[in-house]
């Protein structure tokens, strides 16, 4: 199946400080979406992106829909203590004829350090 | 409430021992399905389904089946299980191009 490239793997970062990650695929999706996994649950939606271009924000969450249709960015602006967790991306293609499965990263352990 | 249910978050079994872990969605959702989750692989698909009776494989099928017989429903099953199938499950159900929702997970240990 399909891979999305998600980076950086991990980050360890100061609170306060401002994060950025960013997905790329060799395929084109028509939805970028942005999960947030904490520990022992299942991921949560964050963005949902639906057409190239689009930049959405929700709180200090802001995404872009890359112009390409092949990648995505999350930045988190002025990081808290429950910022941490695990970030996936997820492209979804859906053809009109019925949902499709999600192609996910890897993910991005999100570390703030006191 | 919008929910995903899952059951049983946790089980420990041994190998070759039957086990169905059970997913329910409240929101009449047309789509659903199972995805494995692995240290350093992400979340892969095992199976899905559109719609009542229909299913089809995902990236890594072997060793499960699942059924649709009501919207509501989509179980999956392990008619054997194995040591490598030691992972955490979750379900998720959509509708259309909207986002999938997730369950919380069932932490399964295959010994």
């Not at chain 1, 996994?37 to 639906?50: C, K, M, N, S």
Request: aromatic share 10%; net charge neutral.
């Amino acid at each position: 199946g399909q891979q999305l490239n998600q980076s950086p793997q991990s980050m360890f970062i100061q609170e306060g400080e401002d994060v950025s990650m960013n997905c790329t695929s060799s395929s084109i999706f028509n939805t970028w979406l942005w999960y947030k996994q904490d520990p022992g649950e299942g991921p949560v939606l964050l963005i949902a992106l639906y057409k190239a271009g689009e930049l959405t924000s929700n709180g200090r969450l802001t995404a872009q829909f890359g112009i390409t249709r092949k990648d995505s960015f999350l930045n988190i602006s002025a990081s808290i203590p429950s910022d941490v967790g695990i970030y996936f991306c997820a492209g979804h293609m859906y053809s009109g004829g019925g949902a499709d499965g999600l192609t996910f990263g890897k993910g991005t352990h999100l570390i703030i350090q006191p | 409430e919008a929910q995903v249910t899952q059951n049983p978050r946790y089980l420990i079994t041994v190998t070759g021992k039957k086990l169905t872990v059970t997913c329910s969605q409240n929101m009449n959702h047309e789509y659903m399905s199972w995805y494995r989750q692995d240290p350093g692989l992400g979340l892969r698909q095992i199976y899905y389904s559109m719609n009542v009776e229909v299913t089809d494989k995902g990236d890594v099928p072997e060793g499960y089946k699942v059924s649709r017989k009501e919207k509501r429903n989509f179980p999956l099953i392990l008619e054997s299980p194995s040591p490598n199938q030691t992972s955490l499950y979750f379900c998720a159900s959509g509708q259309g191009n909207q986002p999938q929702h997730f369950g919380d997970g069932t932490r399964l240990s295959i010994l």
